[in-house]
C-alpha cells in the first residue's frame, strides 16, 4: 500500500504563484515516475508535468515554462511550482505515481485525492 499526501492548492490571481506537494509514504521499495495531473470541470484529466526516477521531466505544453516539476526522493516527494498562472490552469490537480512496493515487489500505481487550485481575480 501506498499512501500519498498532497498540499499547496488554493486561490491565487491571474499572475500569481503557487507550489504543490506531494509525499508517498508506505511500503515503497522504490519509486519510478512521479507526476501531476490535472481535471477542469467538464474535461477529461491530462498530464500536466512528469519526472522520471533519473530527472528526466517532460510538460504539457500549455505549462512549459511557467511550471516546474522536481523531486526529493530522499523524502519521496514531488513538488510542483506553478508561476504566471492563468485562468485556465484552474483544476484539481492530482499527484501520481509509480512505485515498487512490498516484498513482492509490485509495481504500483498511485493516485492522490486531489488538490483543488482556483485562479481567478
Known amino acids: 500500500q501506498v499512501q500519498l499526501v498532497e498540499s499547496g492548492g488554493g486561490l491565487v490571481q491571474p499572475g500569481g504563484s503557487l507550489r504543490l506537494s506531494c509525499a508517498a509514504s508506505?511500503?515503497?521499495?522504490?519509486?519510478?515516475?512521479m507526476g501531476w495531473y490535472r481535471q477542469a470541470p467538464g474535461k477529461e484529466r491530462e498530464l500536466v508535468a512528469r519526472i522520471s526516477s533519473s530527472g528526466d521531466t517532460n510538460y504539457a505544453d500549455s505549462v512549459k515554462d511557467r511550471f516546474t516539476i522536481s523531486r526529493d526522493n530522499a523524502k519521496s516527494t514531488v513538488l510542483l511550482q506553478m508561476f504566471s498562472l492563468k485562468p485556465e490552469d484552474t483544476a484539481v490537480y492530482y499527484c501520481n505515481i509509480m512505485a515498487v512496493v512490498g516484498p513482492e515487489r509490485w509495481l504500483l500505481e498511485t493516485w492522490g485525492q486531489g488538490t483543488l487550485v482556483t485562479v481567478s481575480s
Open positions: 508506505g511500503d515503497i521499495v522504490s519509486i519510478n515516475a
